[in-house]
């Protein structure tokens, strides 16, 4: 147990001496917080003009956590390059011997990102749930009303699954350039276009951005057929959990099987 | 004792190295074969390193030797074979900095950090107190410059990272590869002083060089390495006695009568540097009681020695002609 606790530190060690991880959490929680303010701002400023329809649809968490989706996106970017700075410095050399069993090393590496992610989405999520409610004024909402825990719980666990589903990826693809090129168009355009597509929506609607979706209130309303979502929010919860598993499985079956 | 340039003895106050076993094989090397693809980068290799002394790893690049080393140091696996250290394989190793330091790329470092949270995270790695960092970063002489980013620094001050960090965990064996690439004049003489002190400790020492001129200088023993296969396996003098000929160099102005007495003597010539000859299988005063005895004339007789450089061009030039003969047939 000594031996692990002695991995995570250093790999704690290794994230707290570089600055991309000042600067990626930082702005995960800046990004998230000023673009809530300013959707919620802009959607109580057109609310009058809206036909009674939508207002019934209107949900104030949208507001909130639509803009945890690009914060999401910075949080990804911190759990991509604690993996990827391995390959691009060549620090995997010193790392694999000092720590030769390579999945405490990797395991070392995802306890101490998680640790940081869980942190961070938690600010993360408070401040963009304050700021949109701040600035939807009267047509906000209270962190205790109901269904408002629930959301924000599922948004922090979601933000944080996804990060560690980047560092996984990274793992296999050994390149932070390979993965983001991957992951940023999947993690910005899918939810914008493809996931809209009806033809498509059976399948679109379980990749990981989109299952995160239903428990963040971001979606659509569910009772809307035209938004609705084959699973519930505690199942879409899970799908993300499965694909994060997925992945750091395949990054730790890539990690030992590969050449250093 | 040992005298450092400008730096203090390595290890004093510290405890000494674990003992090593009976046998004295550290390193253990045993028909290691890599491919990578098609290619065939180490090919067969068997040897084994001892502790006491430093040996040298040789080979022109390309040679295999520093895939050699990272399979003993578990970061490659083997198409075939095994690496050895202390009669185990280097991944089961419990805390493997405190028994084995290893510099291989001094510049696969990140470029962000500092040196010292560097040294720090790895120390961290096999719970070598934070005491013992600040003790390598002033060893190697880059206290000044411990907050610096690893980034901005010169090759010669990355050379000096990677042997603080072969030497964090106190080990008693240590592997390096190509140490003195980037070194400054004073660096290399610091380096050798280093290795042979730490050796003279009873270590094991392992250095990799492509200059046959470095090794000559730092190591006992030899292991020589052409296309991934062993060459030979030997002592530094055993090494010069077998390899390093020597031969008569004579200068005249009637080369090719000289060599007409000369073959017609027994001696085999060949053609030397700016219209010379090289006698071989005689001594000097052959050569000159035969040009007397013929009345020619000449302006140098002298006894030469093929270096140590020569001598493993020659052996690594024979292994590549070798194969590629083998390959064409």
New interface residues.
């Given amino acids: 147990m ?2 692990v606790w ?2 995570v ?3 704690w ?2 994230l707290r ?4 991880t000042y600067w990626t959490l930082a702005l995960t929680v800046a990004v998230s917080a000023g673009l809530a303010y300013l959707v919620g701002h802009s959607l109580s400023g057109s609310y009058d003009g809206w036909d009674q329809d939508r207002r019934d649809d209107f949900d104030p968490l949208f507001a909130s956590f639509l803009p945890l989706m690009v914060g999401q996106l910075v949080l990804v970017v911190f759990g991509v390059l604690a993996m990827s ?1 391995e390959y691009s ?13 390579r999945g405490r090393f990797y395991a070392g590496k995802v306890l101490a990102v998680l640790g940081p992610a869980l942190a961070v989405s938690v600010a993360a999520v408070l401040a963009a749930f304050f700021a949109g409610q701040a600035g939807l004024g009267g047509l906000g909402t209270s962190p205790g009303a109901a269904g408002v825990p629930r959301a924000m719980a599922g948004s922090v666990l979601v933000m944080t699954l996804m990060c560690l589903f980047a560092l996984g990826l990274t793992a296999v693809a050994r390149s932070a350039t390979r993965v983001l090129a991957v992951l940023l168009p999947l993690l910005l355009l899918n939810s914008q276009g493809l996931g809209q597509v009806p033809a498509l929506k059976p399948v679109m609607q379980y990749l990981p951005d989109q299952a995160g979706m239903v428990i963040m209130h971001v979606a659509g309303p569910q009772d809307d057929p035209r938004w609705a979502r084959d699973y519930g929010p505690w199942t879409g919860l899970g799908v993300v959990a499965l694909w994060a598993a997925a992945a750091l499985l395949a990054g730790l079956v890539a990690l030992r099987r590969r ?2 | 004792m040992s005298t450092f340039v400008g730096l203090p003895a390595p290890f004093r106050g510290l405890p000494a190295p674990r003992s090593v076993p009976s046998v004295g094989r550290v390193i253990e090397v045993q028909d290691l074969r890599k491919e990578y693809g098609g290619t065939v980068a180490v090919d067969g290799l068997s040897f084994t390193v001892r502790p006491g002394r430093v040996t040298g790893f040789l080979g022109p690049n390309g040679a295999g030797k520093s895939t050699t080393m990272r399979m003993v140091l578990g970061l490659d696996r083997p198409t075939a074979g095994r690496a050895l250290i202390d009669g185990g394989p280097y991944r089961l190793l419990r805390d493997p900095l405190r028994r084995v330091g290893a510099m291989l790329d001094a510049t696969r470092v990140h470029k962000g950090r500092s040196a010292y949270a560097h040294l720090l995270w790895l120390a961290q790695t096999n719970r070598i107190p934070r005491t013992r960092v600040r003790q390598v970063l002033e060893l190697v002489g880059l206290e000044p410059v411990a907050r610096r980013r690893a980034g901005r620094f010169s090759l010669g001050m990355a050379q000096r990272l990677g042997i603080a960090a072969a030497l964090l965990g106190d080990p008693p064996v240590l592997l390096f590869d190509e140490p003195v690439n980037g070194l400054d004049p004073e660096g290399i003489v610091w380096i050798r002083t280093l290795m042979k002190d730490l050796a003279a400790e009873g270590r094991t020492v392992f250095v990799s060089s492509h200059l046959m001129s470095e090794m000559a200088l730092t190591v006992e023993h030899l292991i020589v390495i052409g296309r991934g296969r062993l060459l030979a396996d030997t002592t530094v003098r055993a090494f010069i006695d077998t390899h390093a000929r020597s031969y008569v160099r004579v200068r005249t102005p009637e080369p090719e009568r000289l060599r007409q007495v000369l073959t017609g003597a027994g001696v085999r010539v060949e053609d030397g540097a700016d219209g010379t000859l090289e006698a071989h299988g005689t001594e000097t005063a052959q050569v000159g009681e035969l040009a007397a005895a013929h009345g020619l004339a000449v302006h140098e007789v002298s006894l030469r020695t093929a270096s140590l450089e020569e001598a493993f061009m020659r052996l690594t030039g024979q292994a590549v002609e070798y194969r590629a003969g083998g390959e064409r047939a």
Wanted: net charge neutral.
């Fill in positions: 000594t031996e002695a991995i530190n250093a790999e060690t290794k001496t570089v600055r991309s700075a410095g060549g620090t995997i050399h010193a790392s694999l011997t000092a720590v030769p069993r050449d250093a």
